[in-house]
Nanobody
Framework: VQLQAFGGGLVQAGGSLRLSCAAAGSSFTFDTMAWYRQAPGKERELVASITRGTSTDYADSVKGRFTISRGNAKNTVYLQMNKLKPEDTGIYYC??????????WGQGTQVTVSS
């Protein structure tokens, strides 16, 4: 199973970006999909997650600004990021989890927010 993330880039503070992630090669549907990010010199942290039942969870730092959603196509997930701040800068990774199969990570996409 391979996950690929798209949509990163350079944006000014206050701007928006939409990240996309799609998985190929799976015969199953992920139970949960999530976005993580890793800023330079920091540990990777959970940004947002969503279950198959569309229950969502967000890091406190992004609540009210970011929205995670699953696409109609199997194993696709999006992250709409609004009101971006310089501290949102980092590499964003998507992840899929399937009970009994484990977790699968995408390669990451760079998001840079300039002040």
């Amino acid at each position: 199973v391979q996950l690929q993330a798209f949509g990163g880039g350079l944006v000014q503070a206050g701007g928006s970006l939409r990240l996309s992630c799609a998985a190929a090669g799976s015969s199953f549907t992920f139970d949960t999909m999530a976005w993580y990010r890793q800023a330079p010199g920091k540990e990777r942290e959970l940004v947002a997650s969503i279950t198959r039942g569309t229950s969502t969870d967000y890091a406190d730092s992004v609540k009210g600004r970011f929205t995670i959603s699953r696409g109609n196509a199997k194993n696709t997930v999006y992250l709409q990021m609004n009101k971006l701040k310089p501290e949102d800068t980092g590499i964003y990774y998507c992840k899929g989890d399937k009970r009994a199969w484990g977790e699968f990570w995408g390669q990451g996409t760079q998001v840079t927010v300039s002040s």
